[in-house]
């Protein structure tokens, strides 16, 4: 049996932004030895955890499971609502956002991608005048769908998709709206209905705080009926056969059972214990706090927030960009070798250049102070100009939250 081995005392602090820690209660609720995934026991936790992830999603549509990464779940939005050869609308707003296109080109698609600078988020009103140019001579559109990141997992830039969601409608175009929320489903506020989303895309790892291995497609009607039209090969993927054999809580092929015990536990600590309203409040005031302490420390001049959007700052993750010629991935070694904590990398074209604070899942005050204070200690040893109080300054706001002061409100 292979074993990992951390001589150092103390409990690892993973903080990277995903995969996140996964709690007691749904390490304990994996655990359970497997069952018949035809009986009639199964059934009843494939609905709880069918109808659960509808709560999550905030829809009262279909919610699709499946037994992969989240990016199984961008091919089969991909694959069930387009055909090869269309056009699809994309914007480069990370890492994430590249990736996704590059399946679509991989699949036969056609991506259009709106050239971003990796500090800001999907742009609306780019989108919205890149859809009223889109009209062939025959008066029917070219482009099929408008693919977005709402929470960019490389930038900790969050897309607003309501406004999106206008800027489409606006443009009077009927492209579907496909949404990556891998990242954000279960830290940040989504409404795959009331936002008009036609494809949401989700994954275990992040919010919901398992393992990785589920991912999930939330699907509109529109979406649906576009399903019925895709000419893309499909067949693991394919939403028809899933949704029928849902209908009883059971799936056309061997689920992954021991992870669907722990997301019927997630749902239950997310939805039933603490409420979606509170695990968006809480995720938002410690996205608050790192921000005071980043923009302290960054008095001193290396560094500062890579969002430049103050509307779209992340409330699931924070990422730092080092300046003065300063290695990020330097940094982290430091942090991870000291203070055995691990953060998030640099990805793409801002490798070395910036470092990535999660703050979401299972996350309370308590481990966002010794998160923030493993960081402080870490620029002094690695020689980083930084302002000392940073980690007070988070301090002394989640304190003057516990206090009853008003917190930040999650936008409607």
């Known amino acids: 049996m292979i074993r990992y081995s951390n001589a150092k005392a103390g409990r690892h602090f993973l903080q990277i932004p995903g995969p996140t820690n996964v709690p007691d209660r749904i390490l304990r609720a994996i655990d359970h030895p497997t069952i018949d995934h035809r009986g009639p026991e199964f059934g009843v936790i494939g609905k709880k955890c069918l109808e659960g992830m509808k709560k999550i999603f905030q829809t009262s549509s279909h919610v699709v499971i499946y037994p992969a990464s989240g990016t199984g779940a961008w091919e089969a939005a991909l694959v069930n609502t387009l055909s090869p050869g269309d056009a699809v609308l994309m914007y480069e707003s990370g890492q994430f956002a590249t990736l996704w296109k590059n399946i679509a080109t991989k699949m036969g698609l056609k991506p259009e991608f709106i050239e971003g600078d990796w500090r800001r988020a999907a742009v609306p009103e780019e989108i919205e005048a890149r859809l009223k140019a889109d009209l062939k001579a025959n ?211 801002i490798s070395g250049k910036v470092f990535r604070i999660g703050h979401l899942g299972d996350f309370n005050d308590l481990t966002l102070m010794g998160t923030l204070s493993g960081v402080e200690m870490g620029f002094e040893v690695a020689g980083i100009p930084y302002k000392k109080g940073g980690a007070q300054a988070a301090m002394d706001y989640l304190a003057s939250c516990a206090k009853g002061q008003p917190a930040l409100k999650v936008a409607a």
């Open 139 to 349: 008066g029917d559109h070219a482009i099929k769908a408008v693919c977005v990141v709402h929470n960019e997992t490389s930038t900790g830039c969050t897309a607003r998709i309501p406004e999106i969601r206008k800027a489409i409608d606006r443009a009077g175009h009927p492209a579907l709206m496909l949404v990556d929320t891998i990242s954000g489903l279960g830290s940040v506020d989504y409404r795959h209905d009331e936002w008009g989303a036609d494809v949401t895309i989700g994954g275990s790892q992040k919010g919901l705080m398992l393992p990785p291995g589920l991912s999930f497609n939330a699907i509109s009607a529109k979406a649906l009926a576009a399903s019925k039209q895709s000419k893309s090969l499909k067949s693991f993927w394919g939403w028809e056969e899933m949704i029928n054999s849902n209908k009883t809580g059971y799936f056309p092929y061997t689920p992954a059972t021991n992870l669907l015990y722990g997301l019927a536990e997630a749902i239950d600590m997310l939805v039933d214990d603490e409420g979606l309203a509170n695990v968006f409040a809480r995720h938002q005031r410690h996205a608050e706090a790192t921000r005071r302490a980043v923009r302290h420390w960054g008095e001193a001049g290396a560094m500062e927030i890579l969002c430049q959007d103050e509307r779209e700052h992340s409330p699931a993750l924070t990422t730092i960009l080092l300046t003065q010629g300063h290695n990020a991935d330097a940094l982290r070694k430091v942090i991870l070798d000291n203070f055995n904590m691990s953060l998030g990398q640099g990805l793409g074209k």
